[in-house]
């Protein structure tokens, strides 16, 4: 029955519409035939007469541009030959010859009583003098039909002239004349090829150019009649006296004549700068054709028109077959797409492990140094340093992989803050080290030209891509191999308050077809072959990079050939973030810095030079060692020696040794490399080494590393702590964790600061509540407890009938770490964040802020 109901419904459906279309098609088609019908009675006559006129009118523009052109080149000759300076002889011999040069077969001279003095050619006369004389007094161009004394056609370009005539009078005008057939070619009348024909003719009927076609001669003898004695008894008569009055008033005219049993279509113009018509003829069976022609276009169309309402009343009948189909198609196509989009978060987690084990590689590897080095504090400081840097961007991936629902749906968001690229590329360096030692890889950093170190920009963001640039450089390079990393910067076309930094990552490593290079970006995507089937990797890298890139509104470009290795090219434009200027000028010290890399030495020359430093180079430890015995016996030692660890041949240790061996312990020796220091400082102490430069050589870190061999012990990573001291303070911290309780406890009791236990919101809220006016410096709170979440708490101890309700600081404290969750801390009346695991730096930054 449900079926029965639910079939009736489309049926008539069905039925209604075939019924309707059909008395539709029936109404369009008997309307379109009466229409047709009518319209064919005048069809015929309006296209001859549009199709005559438009030709009538392109023959006479045609006449006018050709008649225009001879009397300018007329006037040429009457405005370049004067009577000054000529006699008549000589006069006449410059006119001859300006005409000849312009083609002119005649020249000749006109009086006031029409008598024409030949200058050159036969002696011409027009054929009817009267009107092209008068014309000539009037001043005005005329062109007119004369016979030369051969009895040969001519044609006449009239222009009011004044000069000298033989009898010492002066003429009326200057007459240029060429054959008759100048004009006939010109204008084609005589191409029998031509669908239409031309006769022109005068005002009296009688014949300019008579066109070889003579059907229509009878006719023309028949208006120069009507014209002598006007008659209006026939219908021909009638049309030869609308023609005759045409021709009079100067006037067009068309009409259709029966000729010889044929209808013939005529349309008359009026010619510039002469009395001459001119007439065109079309025969019938021209426009027949045309007629016929719509007529199949009709037809066409109607045939058309008939198969589109058969068309649409099949798509009716197919649309109701198909619409069960196409939903349970759409149905298949939504299951797959669920089953591919778990698919692709399953394995994304799955594989996860390329970027998870890079840093992990480098807390676990700084881990076992320390532990090896427990007695060397400052070993063991360093191997803490490097781990924190790799936890925070450990802490980065797992904040990527909590955000990849917005990465993929493309509303992947930034946090910006201010960075230092000195800091982001050293970090990332130390993250590399141990990929680049395990695999025996030649590591180079180059930084040229970076003048703005401190931008605004996504630090983690940033972190990332470079990171899944170099992890990448480092898996499918070869043992042995070569990775590069540089940077420089240039003017940014966004404006002064930006800086454009490049970034190069180049290896040459097992390279990517061309194939590949076109989906690199495709997530999950990984090249095949037998050469990385034991390489791990998510594919999702380059994917994700590329996001982010297009987020930063920068771009990324990648050039790979297969065994010959991979260069990418990153380049954003960064906000230049406002720093204190520390002048960064150094005694003018002589230097030498030795690399075998000869554009580390030019750039870090370069840089030396920018703070003031003289700075010479070398590219191997022999050399080095032949240029500080010549200063030293010439009495202008070097004032500092900064050498390359990895050094072809002897290497930097080896050369320090010999340094030290010829010159003694006076100068200082510093070791550059990107490898961990750790791993060669006892040996390079003994060798003489003074102290160790991490590359990449920023000019910050040139300066910075350098000053304290100016003679005082100052160095800019000594800072004071003068008010890191917050004993007395007491702060209360909302935390519903016993473990990240006392954590907080052990971090901030080395500050002095005196800490309350609230083990959710609603306990936090009444602690604060019954506390006494100044009995809280701040409240540190987390954001997911139970009872009354962090916003909660915040919104109702701001709202609180206390002395300190409205100016106590409030910090959230919490691992809902993005953009969004920051915002909405601020919204409830928060005055800053800090993301878990605590950065100790930004707390007691951020106490410092709030309580100092």
Same mark, same amino acid.
């Given at each position: 029955?449900?079926?029965?109901?639910?079939?009736?419904?489309?049926?008539?459906?069905?039925?209604?519409?075939?019924?309707?279309?059909?008395?539709?098609?029936?109404?369009?088609?008997?309307?379109?035939?009466?229409?047709?019908?009518?319209?064919?009675?005048?069809?015929?006559?309006?296209?001859?007469?549009?199709?005559?006129?438009?030709?009538?009118?392109?023959?006479?523009?045609?006449?006018?541009?050709?008649?225009?052109?001879?009397?300018?080149?007329?006037?040429?000759?009457?405005?370049?030959?004067?009577?000054?300076?000529?006699?008549?002889?000589?006069?006449?011999?410059?006119?001859?010859?300006?005409?000849?040069?312009?083609?002119?077969?005649?020249?000749?001279?006109?009086?006031?009583?029409?008598?024409?003095?030949?200058?050159?050619?036969?002696?011409?006369?027009?054929?009817?003098?009267?009107?092209?004389?008068?014309?000539?007094?009037?001043?005005?161009?005329?062109?007119?039909?004369?016979?030369?004394?051969?009895?040969?056609?001519?044609?006449?370009?009239?222009?009011?002239?004044?000069?000298?005539?033989?009898?010492?009078?002066?003429?009326?005008?200057?007459?240029?004349?060429?054959?008759?057939?100048?004009?006939?070619?010109?204008?084609?009348?005589?191409?029998?090829?031509?669908?239409?024909?031309?006769?022109?003719?005068?005002?009296?009927?009688?014949?300019?150019?008579?066109?070889?076609?003579?059907?229509?001669?009878?006719?023309?003898?028949?208006?120069?009649?009507?014209?002598?004695?006007?008659?209006?008894?026939?219908?021909?008569?009638?049309?030869?006296?609308?023609?005759?009055?045409?021709?009079?008033?100067?006037?067009?005219?068309?009409?259709?004549?029966?000729?010889?049993?044929?209808?013939?279509?005529?349309?008359?113009?009026?010619?510039?700068?002469?009395?001459?018509?001119?007439?065109?003829?079309?025969?019938?069976?021209?426009?027949?054709?045309?007629?016929?022609?719509?007529?199949?276009?009709?037809?066409?169309?109607?045939?058309?028109?008939?198969?589109?309402?058969?068309?649409?009343?099949?798509?009716?009948?197919?649309?109701?077959?198909?619409?069960?189909?196409?939903?349970?198609?759409?149905?298949?196509?939504?299951?797959?797409?669920?089953?591919?989009?778990?698919?692709?978060?399953?394995?994304?987690?799955?594989?996860?492990?390329?970027?998870?084990?890079?840093?992990?590689?480098?807390?676990?590897?700084?881990?076992?140094?320390?532990?090896?080095?427990?007695?060397?504090?400052?070993?063991?400081?360093?191997?803490?340093?490097?781990?924190?840097?790799?936890?925070?961007?450990?802490?980065?991936?797992?904040?990527?992989?909590?955000?990849?629902?917005?990465?993929?749906?493309?509303?992947?968001?930034?946090?910006?803050?201010?960075?230092?690229?000195?800091?982001?590329?050293?970090?990332?360096?130390?993250?590399?080290?141990?990929?680049?030692?395990?695999?025996?890889?030649?590591?180079?950093?180059?930084?040229?030209?970076?003048?703005?170190?401190?931008?605004?920009?996504?630090?983690?963001?940033?972190?990332?891509?470079?990171?899944?640039?170099?992890?990448?450089?480092?898996?499918?390079?070869?043992?042995?191999?070569?990775?590069?990393?540089?940077?420089?910067?240039?003017?940014?076309?966004?404006?002064?308050?930006?800086?454009?930094?490049?970034?190069?990552?180049?290896?040459?490593?097992?390279?990517?077809?061309?194939?590949?290079?076109?989906?690199?970006?495709?997530?999950?995507?990984?090249?095949?072959?037998?050469?990385?089937?034991?390489?791990?990797?998510?594919?999702?890298?380059?994917?994700?990079?590329?996001?982010?890139?297009?987020?930063?509104?920068?771009?990324?470009?990648?050039?790979?050939?297969?065994?010959?290795?991979?260069?990418?090219?990153?380049?954003?434009?960064?906000?230049?973030?406002?720093?204190?200027?520390?002048?960064?000028?150094?005694?003018?010290?002589?230097?030498?810095?030795?690399?075998?890399?000869?554009?580390?030495?030019?750039?870090?020359?370069?840089?030396?030079?920018?703070?003031?430093?003289?700075?010479?180079?070398?590219?191997?430890?022999?050399?080095?060692?032949?240029?500080?015995?010549?200063?030293?016996?010439?009495?202008?030692?070097?004032?500092?020696?900064?050498?390359?660890?990895?050094?072809?041949?002897?290497?930097?240790?080896?050369?320090?040794?010999?340094?030290?061996?010829?010159?003694?312990?006076? +100068? #200082? !020796? *510093?070791?550059? @490399? /990107?490898?961990?220091? $750790?791993?060669?400082?006892?040996?390079?102490? =003994?060798? %003489?080494?003074?102290?160790?430069?991490?590359?990449?050589?920023?000019?910050?870190?040139?300066?910075?590393?350098?000053?304290?061999?100016?003679?005082?012990?100052?160095?800019?990573?000594?800072?004071?702590?003068?008010?890191?001291?917050?004993?007395?303070?007491?702060?209360?911290?909302?935390?519903?964790?016993?473990?990240?309780?006392?954590?907080?406890?052990?971090?901030?009791?080395?500050?002095?600061?005196?800490?309350?236990?609230?083990?959710?919101?609603?306990?936090?809220?009444?602690?604060?509540?019954?506390?006494?006016?100044?009995?809280?410096?701040?409240?540190?709170?987390?954001?997911?407890?139970?009872?009354?979440?962090?916003?909660?708490?915040?919104?109702?101890?701001?709202?609180?009938?206390?002395?300190?309700?409205?100016? +106590? #600081? !409030? *910090?959230?404290? @919490? /691992?809902?770490?993005? $953009?969004?969750?920051?915002?909405?801390?601020? =919204?409830? %009346?928060?005055?800053?964040?800090?993301?878990?695991?605590?950065?100790?730096?930004?707390?007691?930054?951020?106490?410092?802020?709030?309580?100092?």
């Amino acid at each position: 029955m449900g079926r029965s109901k639910q079939k009736n419904p489309t049926t008539r459906f069905l039925l209604y519409s075939f019924i309707g279309l059909l008395l539709f098609s029936v109404v369009v088609f008997s309307l379109l035939g009466i229409y047709m019908n009518r319209k064919s009675k005048n069809t015929i006559y309006e296209v001859g007469e549009i199709y005559m006129s438009g030709m009538n009118e392109q023959m006479s523009r045609h006449f006018e541009n050709i008649i225009k052109l001879r009397f300018d080149q007329v006037d040429g000759i009457i405005s370049v030959v004067s009577t000054e300076n000529h006699n008549k002889e000589s006069l006449y011999e410059e006119l001859v010859y300006r005409a000849q040069v312009r083609g002119f077969g005649y020249l000749a001279l006109c009086s006031d009583e029409g008598e024409f003095e030949t200058l050159c050619g036969e002696p011409i006369q027009p054929i009817n003098p009267p009107p092209f004389v008068e014309a000539l007094k009037q001043g005005a161009q005329r062109v007119a039909v004369g016979v030369d004394a051969d009895g040969n056609d001519v044609v006449l370009f009239g222009v009011r002239a004044a000069y000298p005539m033989q009898n010492g009078e002066k003429c009326l005008g200057l007459i240029a004349a060429v054959p008759l057939d100048y004009i006939t070619d010109l204008l084609s009348l005589e191409d029998e090829g031509q669908l239409t024909y031309y006769y022109i003719i005068r005002p009296d009927g009688t014949f300019v150019i008579r066109n070889p076609n003579n059907e229509l001669w009878a006719y023309f003898e028949q208006l120069q009649t009507q014209h002598d004695s006007p008659a209006d008894d026939s219908s021909l008569e009638n049309s030869l006296a609308e023609f005759d009055a045409a021709l009079r008033s100067d006037k067009k005219y068309t009409t259709i004549l029966k000729i010889n049993g044929e209808d013939r279509q005529i349309y008359g113009t009026p010619l510039p700068c002469s009395e001459w018509y001119l007439v065109g003829v079309m025969p019938y069976g021209i426009l027949d054709q045309t007629i016929n022609s719509l007529s199949a276009q009709r037809m066409y169309i109607t045939l058309l028109a008939c198969a589109s309402v058969l068309i649409l009343l099949t798509l009716i009948f197919l649309r109701y077959f198909s619409m069960t189909r196409l939903q349970l198609q759409e149905l298949e196509k939504t299951r797959k797409l669920a089953i591919e989009a778990n698919k692709a978060k399953s394995e994304f987690l799955a594989n996860m492990s390329h970027d998870i084990r890079t840093p992990m590689n480098a807390i676990v590897g700084m881990t076992a140094i320390a532990t090896a080095h427990i007695e060397d504090r400052e070993q063991v400081r360093n191997c803490l340093r490097k781990i924190t840097l790799s936890s925070k961007h450990l802490l980065g991936l797992i904040n990527d992989v909590l955000d990849m629902s917005k990465i993929e749906s493309g509303k992947l968001s930034l946090t910006i803050e201010q960075i230092s690229l000195k800091e982001v590329v050293e970090g990332i360096v130390n993250i590399m080290q141990p990929q680049v030692k395990a695999k025996k890889q030649n590591f180079e950093i180059h930084v040229d030209n970076i003048l703005t170190e401190n931008v605004w920009c996504d630090g983690v963001r940033l972190n990332q891509v470079l990171l899944n640039l170099l992890s990448n450089a480092t898996k499918y390079t070869p043992e042995g191999g070569s990775i590069r990393l540089s940077l420089f910067e240039e003017k940014s076309p966004r404006g002064d308050n930006y800086v454009r930094i490049h970034i190069r990552v180049k290896d040459n490593g097992i390279g990517m077809t061309p194939e590949f290079l076109k989906r690199i970006y495709d997530s999950y995507s990984r090249a095949d072959g037998t050469r990385i089937h034991k390489t791990e990797g998510a594919g999702l890298g380059m994917s994700i990079t590329k996001y982010i890139v297009d987020a930063m509104e920068g771009t990324i470009d990648v050039q790979s050939e297969p065994n010959k290795g991979t260069e990418f090219h990153f380049t954003a434009d960064f906000e230049k973030a406002a720093t204190t200027e520390v002048d960064m000028v150094l005694p003018p010290w002589n230097m030498l810095v030795v690399d075998d890399d000869e554009l580390l030495c030019q750039t870090a020359a370069n840089a030396l030079k920018s703070i003031g430093i003289k700075a010479e180079w070398t590219l191997s430890g022999e050399n080095a060692i032949e240029l500080v015995v010549q200063h030293h016996q010439k009495r202008d030692d070097y004032q500092i020696i900064l050498l390359d660890w990895k050094l072809p041949g002897m290497n930097g240790i080896q050369a320090a040794k010999e340094i030290r061996r010829n010159l003694g312990d006076d +100068i #200082p !020796i *510093l070791l550059i @490399s /990107a490898y961990d220091w $750790s791993e060669f400082e006892t040996e390079a102490r =003994e060798a %003489g080494i003074s102290g160790f430069i991490s590359k990449p050589l920023f000019k910050s870190t040139l300066f910075y590393s350098l000053r304290q061999y100016m003679g005082s012990e100052e160095s800019h990573d000594r800072i004071s702590d003068q008010n890191l001291d917050m004993t007395g303070r007491r702060i209360l911290l909302a935390e519903d964790n016993e473990l990240n309780w006392e954590v907080a406890k052990e971090l901030l009791a080395a500050l002095g600061i005196e800490l309350d236990w609230a083990e959710d919101g609603q306990i936090c809220l009444e602690m604060f509540r019954k506390s006494s006016e100044g009995y809280y410096d701040a409240i540190l709170m987390d954001i997911r407890m139970p009872h009354m979440t962090g916003y909660e708490a915040a919104k109702a101890i701001r709202g609180l009938d206390h002395p300190d309700a409205l100016s +106590i #600081p !409030i *910090l959230a404290m @919490s /691992a809902d770490a993005f $953009s969004d969750d920051i915002r909405q801390c601020l =919204e409830c %009346g928060m005055n800053a964040h800090i993301a878990k695991p605590i950065d100790v730096k930004e707390l007691t930054r951020l106490l410092k802020r709030y309580l100092l």
